[in-house]
């Protein structure tokens, strides 16, 4: 017999949904516009960051909605809670994001640049889904991802506007604002005995690991699409350095996960399931220290770092922190997300000094040059 949700939820989810989105229309009617400039209508910007937009596009809705269908009895529940919750959260944000806009213009103009960051403000949101799998509904769920995207976007107005920080940077900590705010949240959700026994519905199976590994490959292939969307190619070719950049790091992560997976194993084989939550690490590492790295080696220091963390971490911490903190992270977000995105933070520091000789050097060739 099919599974039927509680009465609650079945008399809360509908009014829920259809409230919040009756909402989302009228403020649309009253404050919205499709901004159209010249070049648009020319069909140069569009044809220039229209491929970007849908290779996001496939992250959020395909690749994060794979990804957590591992678990036997949650994968159809997972990619459809995903996408749930990233069609909220996109309209969302959209709202959020032109406040400012709002208050000086007095209408909120839509293009494909603020379709993209407001898909950017949906991936924290989808991150902490990950370490509250198979504990919450989909009402639950609504309200997480509404007070997430508000926290995520004021935490990257007070960055930008307060601490004077760029855009890139301030976005990019994506990583760190979902996975700790998942932790957070799983450490409120506790269930007692967690931390010491396996629950029934986190079984696993290979016909659910090979949906979930799909997932993985989907943002494996279109990650350094969403570390060079929001990069200025000024100087000329900045953005393509941050692709080749993105795409070296993720490439030494495979390596480097599947051998650190190899040494830490009792019987000297590889853990599919510890390969595919660290694959990623050098994406999320290198992405936090784009506006850093501009050099081979070190977007691929950064890469075989963080696949070390990430892989050592999902080994050893995530039954700590179940243990210890009372943080059962279904997902493994921890290891995945935080550590490689503290990494990438952390490396900012480190290549800074190195970056701005680098620039001034090139400053003066040029001039020398000119």
């Known amino acids: ?130 370490t509250v799998l198979g504990k919450t509904n989909p009402v639950h769920l609504i309200f997480i991802v509404l007070i997430e995207v508000s926290g995520f976007v004021l935490n990257e107005w007070l960055l930008h506007f307060i601490v004077k920080m760029q855009p890139m940077k301030s976005i990019m900590l994506l990583h760190i604002h979902g996975s700790f705010f998942g932790l957070v949240l799983t450490w409120i959700l506790h269930r007692k005995g967690s931390e010491k026994k396996q629950f029934e519905k986190e079984k696993l199976s290979r016909n659910s690991g090979l949906f979930s590994m799909l997932g993985t490959m989907f943002l494996w292939m279109f990650w350094p699409s969403f570390n060079s969307i929001l990069v200025d190619n000024y100087p000329h070719g900045r953005k393509f350095v941050a692709v080749c950049s993105t795409y070296l790091s993720l490439a030494v992560s495979v390596a480097t996960a599947a051998s650190v997976s190899v040494m830490t194993s009792p019987k000297g084989k590889l853990n599919l399931v510890q390969i595919q939550s660290s694959i990623l690490a050098g994406g999320v590492a290198v992405g936090v220290a784009m506006p850093v790295v501009y050099r081979p080696y070190d977007a691929m220091t950064i890469g075989f770092l963080a696949a070390v963390l990430s892989t050592l971490g999902y080994k050893y911490l995530k039954s700590h922190m179940a243990l210890v903190f009372h943080c059962h992270d279904t997902c493994s977000i921890l290891s995945t997300h935080a550590l490689p995105g503290l990494l990438g933070w952390l490396a900012q520091f480190l290549v800074l000094k190195d970056f701005d000789d680098h620039t001034m050097n090139d400053n003066r060739y040029q001039e020398h040059r000119y």
């Not at 996001?56 to 678990?71: E, H, R, Y």
């Open 1 to 130: 017999m099919a599974p039927q949700y509680a009465p609650s939820l079945r008399s809360r989810l509908a009014p829920t949904l259809l409230l919040i989105q009756v909402v989302f229309i009228v403020i649309f009617s009253l404050y919205f516009e499709i901004d159209i400039q010249k070049k648009e209508r020319d069909g140069n910007a569009f044809n220039s960051l229209y491929p970007e937009f849908q290779d996001v596009n496939v992250m959020v809705i395909l690749g994060f909605g794979f990804l957590s269908t591992f678990l036997v009895r949650y994968g159809f529940s997972s990619s459809g809670f995903n996408l749930l919750v990233a069609a909220i959260s996109v309209q969302w944000a959209l709202i959020l994001n032109g406040l400012e806009s709002l208050y000086y213009r007095g209408k909120i103009k839509i293009n494909l640049r603020s379709l993209v960051y407001a898909e950017m403000c949906t991936v924290p949101a989808l991150i902490s889904l990950g």
